[in-house]
């Protein structure tokens, strides 16, 4: 029987072993998205007042707290009269939609070329290649200027903008990530037994990338939409009266010093969500990379 390890004389750990193992920040990211999910998704049931009703004999009234507050209106109105925490529990649904769909549409658009890039390289890789990099140098808000301009401002071509914002991105991860992967043995073993080349790739290779991707997609997502905040706060963003995020902060701008509170309250949001969904992705990194695991 061995002996008992002699104690060096350290401390003994204050928190206990379940708290020591916890992730702060996953735990963080997940208790704030999970209320920023609920108030958007409850958004018609939470909303006290229709947001774009206007009641222009109590506009830019300030918060509760504050005087000439009216209760009607927790966070105050606008410079219409409109309640502004109606106006943001609808802006930030219709924000985390846009970011949704634009990231997704990104991810499949990227991945996809990225797979095609790496994988069957020759002419392929140079043409997809090619194209990621035109539009890497081209500036973005010049993109966005000429798309709608062209097929015009409605909610699906904002998706189809938002989505263009960041797919070369997503091509170029992949891309990198296969052609690192395609060299290693476990997939020059499948390709010895008879495996064709896209069985190779969608079932040995693909699994590999979830996640570098995943970790992207988190920061893609807050990141889109402080994209989408800009592109409403210039004006060819959603168009008003519908109430986003961006298109809020962009409205009250010239009320900042009479009534900060317009622009207070959903620029407040931007940033929760852009913490929430940042904190997310590092935790998720810290999570699915081996090398920090390890460590």
Not at 230 to 254: C, E, K, N
Request: with cysteine; net charge positive; glycine share 8%.
């Amino acid at each position: 029987m061995l002996p008992a390890p002699m104690s060096l004389g350290l401390p003994r750990p204050i928190l206990p072993a379940w708290l020591r193992r916890a992730r702060v920040p996953l735990i963080l990211a997940g208790v704030l998205g999970a209320l920023l999910l609920a108030a958007a998704l409850l958004a018609p049931l939470l909303a006290p007042l229709d947001p774009n009703a206007q009641k222009l004999l109590a506009r830019l009234r300030p918060p509760i707290g504050f005087p000439r507050a009216d209760p009607r209106y927790w966070l105050g109105t606008d410079q219409l009269g409109r309640d502004l925490l109606s106006r943001c529990l609808y802006g930030l649904r219709l924000s985390l939609a846009l970011s949704l769909f634009g990231t997704t549409l990104g991810l499949l658009i990227g991945v996809t070329v990225g797979l095609v890039a790496g994988f069957a390289r020759g002419w392929a890789d140079v043409v997809l290649m090619g194209i990621a990099d035109v539009k890497l140098a081209m500036p973005f808000t010049l993109v966005a200027l000429l798309v709608i301009a062209i097929a015009g401002s409605g909610i699906p071509v904002l998706v189809a903008v938002l989505a263009l914002a960041y797919w070369a991105q997503f091509a170029r991860l992949v891309r990198g990530q296969m052609l690192a992967l395609r060299e290693l043995p476990y997939v020059e073993a499948a390709r010895a037994v008879g495996a064709t080349p896209w069985r190779v790739a969608l079932r040995h290779m693909l699994p590999n990338l979830v996640g570098p991707v995943v970790v992207m997609a988190t920061l893609t997502f807050s990141n889109l939409i402080l994209l989408e905040s800009a592109l409403s706060f210039i004006g060819i963003g959603v168009q008003p009266p519908t109430a986003t995020l961006g298109s809020m902060v962009g409205q009250g701008r010239d009320y900042l010093a009479s009534a900060p509170w317009v622009v207070v309250a959903p620029a407040a949001l931007i940033v929760l969500v852009s913490l929430a969904v940042m904190l997310l992705g590092d935790a998720l990194r810290d999570r699915l990379d081996r090398t920090l695991r390890t460590r």
